[in-house]
Each structure stands twice: as C-alpha cells, then as structure tokens.
C-alpha cells in the first residue's frame, strides 16, 4: 500500500497532479480543491490514500495530515465514496469541518456536491464524537498527532491516548507510539 508519494509534479489540475518520482514512474494523484493551490513548486510530497477496487486503483492526495485523517474518516462512512469524501474535503478545511460537525450545521454539509439532507444528516450522526485534535496544545507535535492517529486505528479512545501522550517522553512517532502502547496495555 502507498502512503506517501514525494516527487516532480510534470502536470497539474485543479483536482488532480502526476507525480514523477525519481525512478521515473509517474502517479497520478488526485488532490482536493484546498490542497492544490498549496502545490505551487516543482517538487511535492504527499501523504496518501490508496484505494483500491475491482476495476481501479486510485491515489489521493494530501499535503495536511489533519485533511487525510479528514478524508479517511468520511470515506468509511456508508454511502460516501472517494469523490464524495473528496468534494468534503474540497469544501471544508479541516478546522471548518470539526466547526461544522461540532455545531451539528446540516446546511454547511448540503452545500457539499453530491450530498443532500439525508445524507448531511447521516454524515452528522455518524460523525457526532469525530474530532481532528485541532483543540490539543499548540505544542502538540505532528508527531504526536500521528501517534493519535496510529492509536485510534488500533482501536483506543482518543481521551484514553491523550491522557498517556502526556506521560510519554518519547518525541519520534513510532517510539511514542511504543511508549503509549505500553501504558494503554
């Protein structure tokens, strides 16, 4: 599976960039309306979601993190496929959507393409105790947003693993993930 992608952008649209990398394969990358005014030099790197189906295999990517765990999230939503959650992302930041779903705004979730009441309803309940993290402390490091996030897909609880981020010491990803991992168990 790729997870990043760092390379020579030889072409760009609003919704989507090749990316040659060093080897000489060139991806193509699809990006949301947020993410590619941020793609303005020659050389990107992204973080990646790659989804795959019966009959295709597609990259999205992300120069935010905070905009991937943003897509991630929405994507396993029933009835939200890739351009939908794309469209989410080319319509909120990431601070507007939890501002958007913690203040339960349906109209903020209609004016996204492809969604009407039922589904901004749906989306709002289903993600009624999302939260990005935008409200941890400024020193909050993108390592340890990272580490956040590594956890929660292991199945722990956001406030649990807060709680032990503030005991570790540990400042690289993977050995605040092993601390943390050691205190949750």
Sequence with gaps: MIVALEGEVTKKEPTFLHVKLSS????????????????????VQLYITQIIKEDSNNLFGF???LEKTMFDRVIKINGVGPSTAMAICSTFTPS?????????NIEAFKRVPGIGPKSAKRILVELGDFDLGLDMSANTSTNHVEAIQALESLGF???????????CSSYETADIIKEALKKLT
């Design 24 to 43: 000489g394969i060139t991806y193509l990358v699809y990006v949301s309306l947020n993410c590619s005014p941020l793609i303005d030099k020659k050389f």
């Design 63 to 65: 120069i935010d993190m």
């Design 96 to 104: 507007s959507f939890t501002k958007a779903i913690s203040n339960q």
């Design 157 to 167: 609880k956001r406030d649990k693993i807060q709680k032990v981020l503030t005991k």
